[in-house]
């Protein structure tokens, strides 16, 4: 059995390495069939791609999403966060705090987006496994904030939790 699914694709990510992935905006961050000559499209590739979950803490205009990555980080992105308070947030513990995991996730459902797909490494929930949790203790903190923030999301909505290879029976090839 080959591969099926897949979850490379990092929207507005630019790369900072020659040998890294530019992702960039995409139209949508719902699972899509990948496009064979660029994975940023959908196409009719038998492999479903599951974006990893990163956008705005709000709703910002489609101009600026699509230019956002490419405004200085410095300059004018600085000044956004500071005048307006808008980010770029991961569904990743441990690149976001609770409140920006819980404002993403209440912004994307409520704007009509079907799916979650949060993403760290095992080694993360190990001490010393990586930089964000050195000692016992912050990976209780980790683990504490995964658990606080499906807490939320179960109390708030109806999630139904499933496996990237389960993506494949809601999203099935043409």
């Keep these: 059995i ?6 490379s694709v ?10 890294e992935p530019n992702f960039g905006y995409l139209n949508s961050i719902e699972p899509y069939r990948l496009n064979r ?9 038998p492999i479903l791609e599951v974006p990893l979950t990163v956008h705005f803490n709000k709703k910002v205009p489609q101009f600026l999403a699509k230019r956002y990555i490419y405004l200085p980080n410095v300059g004018l992105r600085r000044l956004l966060k500071k005048a307006f308070d808008i980010d770029l947030y991961w569904l990743r513990p441990s690149y976001s705090t609770l409140k ?3 404002q993403l996730s ?8 079907t799916f979650l797909n949060m993403m760290f490494h ?11 949790c050195l000692t016992q203790d912050d990976v209780d903190q980790y683990l504490k904030r995964l658990d606080d923030y499906f807490s939320y999301l179960n ?5 139904q939790y499933m496996q990237l290879r389960e993506m494949n029976q809601l999203y099935p090839a043409r």
């Design 100 to 102: 920006q995991m819980i």
């Design 10 to 19: 990092v929207p507005f990510r630019l790369a900072k390495k020659p040998f």
């Design 155 to 159: 109390q708030q909505y109806k999630i």
């Design 106 to 113: 209440d912004n994307l459902i409520n704007s009509g987006v």
């Design 122 to 132: 095992s080694n993360e929930l190990m001490p010393g496994g990586s930089k964000y």
């Design 37 to 45: 000559n660029n994975v940023r499209q959908a196409g009719n590739s």
């Design 2 to 7: 080959g591969v099926t699914v897949d979850s």
